[in-house]
């Protein structure tokens, strides 16, 4: 089973600075990374897929990166409604898909 | 595309409940779906897939030998058959579909599943 470990627990931004969220695999994941954005009371919702392809109408301030165990999310020029908490999963050695724990996105 | 569970609800340590998943919106034979879990001890985690024909199925060990997944073409329908149910098992449970890559692309609003004495 593939382990995902995100960094930090919680980050603390100001409106309209960068957040940069880390994910580490335990193995190698070639680009079969995602990550979802969930808001309190909802579902997770897909953000980005294949490491760094945006899913459909998610904003360009969105990013993904990374390769082999090191993966990240960067959210530029933080908007109100990007305060939420943040979970990447993989999908490059399944079953069991697995997700990381989760990095909350808090206003600063 | 929308996902809509029902059938959650409380049950007692040991009992059985099964949760539905009523898909709209896109050919629903044509993907794999999955139920996943989310619990205050263990976050998201996945619990049971299906492929599009209905024959291929995966499970967590967790739940190995306790849920049962299976999917209705007829009724456009996802099924979680849950016995044997522990304390462990509550949390809120959703469906998922999945993108010919393996990765889940639209999630159901969820249903809480409850499991205490």
Same mark, same amino acid.
Do not use: H
């Given at each position: 089973e593939?382990?995902?470990?995100?960094?930090?627990?919680?980050?603390s931004v100001s409106p309209? #600075?960068?957040a940069?969220?880390?994910?580490?695999?335990?193995q190698?994941?070639? &680009?079969?990374?995602?990550?979802?954005?969930?808001? @309190?009371g909802q579902?997770?919702?897909?953000?980005?897929?294949g490491?760094s392809?945006r899913?459909?109408?998610i @904003?360009a301030r969105?990013? *993904?990166?990374g390769s082999?165990?090191e993966?990240?999310?960067t959210?530029?020029?933080?908007? &109100? #409604?990007?305060f939420?908490?943040?979970?990447?999963?993989q999908?490059?050695?399944w079953?069991p898909?697995?997700f990381?724990?989760?990095t909350?996105?808090?206003?600063? | 595309?929308?996902?809509?569970?029902?059938? *959650?609800?409380?049950?007692? @340590?040991g009992g059985?409940l099964?949760?539905?998943?009523?898909?709209?919106g896109?050919?629903?034979?044509?993907?794999?779906m999955?139920w996943?879990?989310?619990t @205050?001890?263990k976050?998201l #985690?996945?619990v049971s897939?299906?492929? *599009?024909?209905?024959v291929?199925?995966?499970?967590?060990?967790?739940v190995k030998g306790r849920f049962t997944i299976s999917?209705?073409?007829s009724?456009?329908?996802?099924y979680?058959?849950?016995?044997s149910l522990?304390? #462990?098992d509550?949390g809120i449970?959703?469906?998922?579909r999945?993108?010919?890559?393996y990765?889940?692309?639209y999630w159901?609003?969820g249903i809480l599943?409850?499991?205490?004495?």
């Open positions: 593939i382990l995902m470990t995100q960094s930090p627990g919680t980050l309209g #600075e960068r940069t969220l880390s994910c580490r695999a335990s190698s994941l070639s &680009s079969n990374v995602a990550w979802y954005q969930q808001k @309190p579902a997770p919702r897909l953000l980005i897929y490491t392809t899913a459909t109408g @904003p969105f990013s *993904g990166g082999g165990t993966f990240t999310l959210i530029s020029n933080l908007q &109100s #409604e990007d939420a908490v943040y979970f990447c999963q999908y490059n050695d079953p898909w697995t990381g724990q989760g909350k996105v808090e206003i600063k | 595309v929308q996902l809509l569970e029902s059938g *959650g609800g409380v049950v007692q @340590p059985s099964t949760l539905s998943c009523a898909a709209s896109f050919s629903f034979s044509s993907y794999a999955s996943v879990r989310q @205050p001890g976050g #985690e996945w897939s299906i492929g *599009g024909g209905g291929s199925t995966y499970y967590a060990d967790s999917r209705d073409k009724k456009n329908t996802l979680l058959q849950m016995n522990r304390v #462990e509550t449970y959703y469906c998922a999945m993108n010919f890559f990765y889940f692309d159901g609003q599943v409850t499991v205490s004495s």
